[in-house]
Nanobody
Framework: QVQLVESGGGLVQTGGSLRLSCAASGRTFSRNTMAWFRQASGKEREFVAK????????YAADSMKGRFTISRDNAKNTLYLQMNSLKPEDTAVYYC????????WGQGTQVTVSS
């Protein structure tokens, strides 16, 4: 079992920024395409962004384009999500995982954006 650990969430005001981090214990990300997901209270988990191993190929969901930037540091085995211009609708628990067959989901990190 791989333990995914997300961090960096918190409470910010509308228009604020946060940088989320994701690390894994027991296994490296290897060459997997990695991704961020989020789940708002009472809603289904949704895709946020993904990034290839090299970092050259990135994609973000339409509602996040221009505001969120996904990146990774393979040497540190760490995945990041830079979140700018945050909106109340971004409030959710954010999770990381592979974009392929999922590993066991971590606890996520709570992002709360106040209006």
């Amino acid at each position: 079992q791989v333990q995914l650990v997300e961090s960096g969430g918190g409470l910010v005001q509308t228009g604020g920024s946060l940088r989320l981090s994701c690390a894994a214990s027991g296994r490296t990300f290897s060459r997997n395409t990695m991704a961020w997901f989020r789940q708002a209270s009472g809603k289904e988990r949704e895709f946020v962004a993904k990034i290839t191993y090299s970092g050259d190929g990135t994609y973000a969901a339409d509602s996040m384009k221009g505001r969120f930037t996904i990146s990774r540091d393979n040497a540190k085995n760490t995945l990041y999500l830079q979140m700018n211009s945050l909106k109340p609708e971004d409030t959710a628990v954010y999770y990381c995982n592979t974009y392929g067959p999922s590993w066991t989901w971590g606890q996520g990190t709570q992002v709360t954006v106040s209006s």
